[in-house]
């Protein structure tokens, strides 16, 4: 898995890990506001739960999770 531009993330990736300049990496989506993740997009900007913008420039695929011993 490597850092995509955020232009190139497929429709059909909903939650992700994406990187905003300045900030450690977080968890986004585009579902609804109650998904469970602190990043969602809206009218093509991205916010938090609080409303406030953050520039999301890449995003990659969220890993699988661990696998149980």
Known sequence: ?????IEKRAN???NF???VPGYLC??????APDCGYPYMVA???WLNEN???YGITHW??????PKGE
């Open 60 to 65: 990659m695929p969220l890993p699988p999770p």
């Open 51 to 53: 409303g406030k913008e």
């Open 26 to 31: 977080l968890i986004a989506s585009d579902k």
């Open 1 to 5: 898995m490597e850092w995509q531009p």
């Open 43 to 45: 009218n093509g900007c």
């Open 17 to 19: 890990l994406g990187d």
């Open 12 to 14: 059909d990736t909903h």
